[in-house]
């Protein structure tokens, strides 16, 4: 029972350079979602991909851009990599986004910790 | 504007001890309210959920409480462990189309032997 599944865990970069995070889930989830989390601060929407081949701007979108590969996978790339990117990115899938019978839980990743010096 | 503000920040209890953690939200239109348990290291990971109806809710230690008219919640641990030690998130769902949630920032509970 995987879950989901992200990597790298850890990763350092330079500023202004690129790299992609990747995140999978094994649930069968429809909708799929990219957090960072900075000390003091609540976790922060980047991007969510409410169904395969759908995906829509969060509260943090400046920086990032994403992929849904496919229902699966859901990856989250910094083009020019910033020192304010330095964060932990959490991926998230949820079975739908809204609806009567759907609570609103979410399954997270594991975390990937990212440092741009 | 939409908040939710927990408390404590942080807290240390010995093993055994209980604890009360709380959350204060400001959110509308209300859906519902999860708390979340964050192991160092880890991701979060719900512990409860409370929709408008419901008072209290416990899941083995752990109690959640809700109020709906003053928008309060509290997270009760008994009996603590030092497995307890985590970050606990609350979580509001708003009743819109869209699942919008606002997060706290969480409570840092250490459980010290």
């Known amino acids: 029972n995987a879950g989901v599944t992200q990597t790298p865990k850890f990763q350092v970069l330079k500023t202004g350079q690129s790299m992609t995070l990747q995140c999978a889930q094994d649930m069968n989830h429809n909708s799929m979602y990219w957090y960072r989390q900075d000390p003091g601060m609540g976790l922060r929407l980047i991007y969510y991909?409410?169904?395969?081949?759908?995906?829509d701007k969060g509260e943090v979108p400046n920086g990032y851009n994403v992929s849904r590969l496919n229902k699966r996978e859901f990856s989250l790339r910094l083009e020019s990599a910033a020192p304010s990117q330095t964060s932990v990115y959490f991926c998230?899938?949820?079975?739908?986004?809204?609806?009567?019978?759907?609570?609103?839980?979410?399954?997270f990743g594991e975390g990937s910790r990212l440092t741009v010096l | 504007k939409n908040q939710v503000e927990q408390s404590p920040q942080s807290l240390i209890i010995l093993e055994g001890k209980n604890c009360t953690l709380q959350c204060n939200y400001t959110v509308s239109p209300f859906s519902n309210l999860r708390w979340y348990k964050q192991d160092t290291g880890r991701g979060p990971v719900s512990l409860t959920i409370m929709t408008f109806s419901e008072n209290t809710k416990s899941n083995g230690r752990y109690t959640a409480t809700l109020d709906a008219d003053t928008k309060q919640s509290s997270l009760h641990i008994t009996a603590s462990q030092l497995s307890d030690s985590a970050s606990y998130i609350c979580v509001v769902r708003m009743n819109t189309g869209f699942q919008k949630l606002v997060f706290g920032t969480g409570t840092r509970l250490l459980v010290s032997p």
């Open positions: 991909s409410a169904s395969e081949g759908t995906t």
């Open positions: 998230a899938s949820s079975p739908r986004t809204s609806g009567s019978f759907y609570t609103g839980e979410l399954f």
